[in-house]
């Protein structure tokens, strides 16, 4: 599958799905190991327009396209949505509630990632997995690390447990997972402990 254009059907397939960011620099011509390219509206100042032109760079490179809204309110996922990107990814995330309020807006246009990266979602993992019309939950160590009092941490060992655990968790439930991967070798660790979606920023990626 050389797009993603159902992300859901492809994770139940048991592929895996590298999103890389390109920040603000735009798309390179090669971006050979990329599956997605990842929208990133959370705190960027990026514009819709901005976003929509990488959708469509995306697009005719072969590439799926994800973005994450500045929050999750509503005003923002029917942005976000309205692009028409494969899927939209929930950063910040706190209740079910929360989550559960998002999915009816945005399923019908597009797929649903939400961020596992606050205190609050990891107490209440096992609600969070029982979410219906979620394709796939990313784990956010820097955000998590903050949140934990271990700002600019993610590798302290709480955050590294936390980080373990909410990964054991979802695949025990048999959710699509993931996380950062700022280097080959950790795209290929957490692949073969099952993980199937990642987020690279370029620079990582392509050293």
């Known amino acids: 599958m050389t797009r993603a254009g159902d992300i859901t059907a492809r994770f139940a397939g048991g592929e895996r799905l590298v999103m890389v960011d390109p920040g603000q620099?735009?798309?390179?011509?090669?971006?050979?190991?990329?599956?997605a390219v990842f929208i990133d509206r959370e705190g960027t100042g990026m514009t819709r327009a901005d976003a929509a032109a990488l959708v469509d760079s995306a697009a005719h490179r072969g590439l799926a396209s994800v973005i994450r809204g500045n929050g999750f309110g509503s005003a923002e996922l029917?942005?976000?949505?309205?692009?028409?990107?494969?899927?939209?990814?929930?950063?910040?995330?706190?209740?079910v509630e929360e989550l559960r309020s998002a999915v009816p807006e945005v399923a019908?246009?597009?797929?649903?990632?939400?961020?596992?990266?606050?205190?609050?979602?990891?107490a209440h993992l096992a609600e969070f997995a029982t979410v219906d019309g979620v394709a796939a939950f990313l784990i956010g160590p820097n955000d998590l690390a903050t949140a934990m009092g271990h700002r600019g941490a993610p590798d302290h060992p709480e955050v590294i447990a936390a980080?373990?655990?909410?990964?054991?968790d979802l695949s025990a439930a048999g959710r699509p997972f993931g996380l950062p991967a700022p280097s080959r070798a950790t795209l290929d660790t957490w692949t073969a402990r099952g993980a199937q979606l990642f987020y690279v920023p370029l620079a990582a990626f392509w050293r």
């Open 25 to 35: 620099a735009g798309l390179p011509d090669d971006l050979a190991g990329a599956d």
């Open 78 to 95: 029917m942005t976000c949505a309205s692009l028409s990107p494969d899927a939209v990814v929930l950063p910040q995330l706190k209740t």
């Open 108 to 122: 019908e246009r597009t797929a649903i990632i939400a961020q596992i990266e606050t205190v609050e979602a990891v």
């Open 163 to 168: 980080v373990e655990g909410v990964a054991t």
